[in-house]
């Protein structure tokens, strides 16, 4: 049987779907893809937020370094980013239980649900820096 | 003629070979952290920033010690879970074996760091 190579000289090129060279940017695929965003970049906040937690557990040499770290405005600067991303990730994980049960699909409600994840979570960034 | 049912021929063929089962640990664990999240942000809040002494006291607690414990399993499992899929989608062959093992001890260490912190904290 005869394979055919990726390397074959027939083959096209051909661009793939979605042309996001092309594409014009919508608001459910940004406000999606923020999502992973988020999600992942908290692990930023968490390693900070546990080497702080675990040096309070050990020594008062070992908490001075992580506290001076996580009250410096480098750690400000994190734990204000994983406010934001809590609270993005947070509404979106709770337009997707709405999306998996079956509704707010069509693109009206989308692009609403969208708007609210984005005013949302910075409104309650702000809460939190206020109240915390 | 077919013995098998379409469910039995079906099993098994989706993409991840486990169904649903990614799909469904992913929205239980979020229920959950949805609900302890807010509360346990507003409790590290307002223990950050203060002295030693006070930050013991506060994480001796055994509500602000169970709720950190259970984020730290639950929602270290739902990192490595979440970034799993991420490594899934964007690579592939050795590259993405050593990812997900990567983030899979990335996201182990960090709970039983936590914990082991907890432990000498609140016991």
Redesign the interface.
């Known amino acids: 049987m005869a394979e055919v190579k990726s390397s074959s000289p027939r083959r096209v090129e051909r661009p793939l779907s979605p042309h996001l060279q092309i594409y014009r940017p919508q608001l459910t695929a940004i406000t999606s893809v923020l999502t992973r965003i988020t999600g992942n970049a908290l692990i930023v906040g968490v390693v900070l937020a546990v080497w702080w937690l675990a040096a309070a557990a050990i020594s008062d040499d070992a908490f001075a370094l992580a506290n001076a770290v996580s009250t410096s405005w480098f750690g400000d600067l994190v734990f204000l980013c994983s406010a934001w991303a809590v609270w993005y990730h947070y509404l979106a994980g709770l337009r997707h239980l709405y999306f998996d049960a079956g509704h707010g699909l069509d693109i009206p409600t989308a692009e609403k649900l969208a708007w609210g994840m984005i005013i949302g979570s910075v409104v309650l960034t702000v809460l939190t820096a206020i109240i915390v | 003629m077919r013995y098998l049912t379409p469910r039995k021929r079906a099993i098994g063929k989706g993409s991840a070979h486990t169904g649903t089962h990614h799909h469904w640990s992913m929205?239980m664990s979020?229920?959950a952290?949805?609900f302890m999240?807010?509360t346990w942000?507003?409790l590290?809040?307002?223990a950050?920033?203060q002295s030693?002494v006070d930050?013991?006291a506060a994480?001796s607690h055994p509500f602000t010690a169970i709720l950190?414990a259970l984020i730290?399993v639950i929602?270290?499992r739902h990192?490595a879970m979440?970034?799993t899929m991420?490594i899934e989608d964007y690579s592939r062959g050795t590259a993405r074996k050593v990812l997900v093992m990567f983030v899979t001890a990335?996201a182990t260490v960090?709970a039983a760091?936590?914990l082991?912190?907890?432990i000498?904290?609140a016991l």
Do not use: C, D, E, K
């Open positions: 929205t979020s229920v952290l949805a999240v807010p942000m507003y590290f809040g307002s950050l920033g030693r930050v013991v994480f950190t730290l929602g270290m990192f979440g970034a991420m990335l960090i760091t936590g082991y912190a907890l000498r904290i």
